[in-house]
């Protein structure tokens, strides 16, 4: 008899998206303002901070055109929703796996 083994924890790419006084974001937010979410999901810190989650830096990227893409249809550029677009964008293209990633593209 053979046992197949399935590993049950696939590994991701994990992005926390800090709130601060310039960008004011919240898993709270996120929700309040309608935003996309990553296919593989969000998910919120102990303080509240919001985290991303990407399947790899592939899908991250991918995820950074889907959030351009909004901010370019939205009118009002100082909006908080454009903001919280714009420090999301910030926060994945900050993260050392997506540069190196996007380097080596």
């Keep these: 008899m053979s046992i197949n083994r399935v590993n049950l924890f696939k590994s991701m790419l994990l992005i926390n998206v800090t709130s601060t006084k310039d960008i004011p974001l919240k898993?709270?937010?996120?929700?309040?303002?309608?935003?996309?979410?990553?296919?593989?999901?969000?998910?919120?810190?102990?303080?509240?901070?919001?985290?991303?989650?990407?399947?790899?830096?592939?899908?991250?990227?991918?995820?950074?055109?889907?959030?351009?893409?909004?901010?370019?249809?939205?009118?009002?550029?100082?909006?908080?929703?454009?903001?919280?677009i714009n420090g999301i964008i910030l926060a994945i293209r900050n993260d050392e796996f997506v540069q190196s990633y996007l380097q080596n593209k």
Aim: proline residues 3%.
């Design 27 to 84: 898993f709270t937010d996120f929700k309040q303002y309608g935003l996309p979410e990553p296919s593989s999901g969000i998910d919120a810190e102990i303080n509240g901070d919001l985290i991303l989650k990407f399947e790899d830096e592939d899908e991250a990227v991918d995820y950074i055109g889907q959030l351009e893409d909004l901010s370019s249809e939205l009118n009002n550029k100082s909006s908080v929703q454009n903001i919280a």
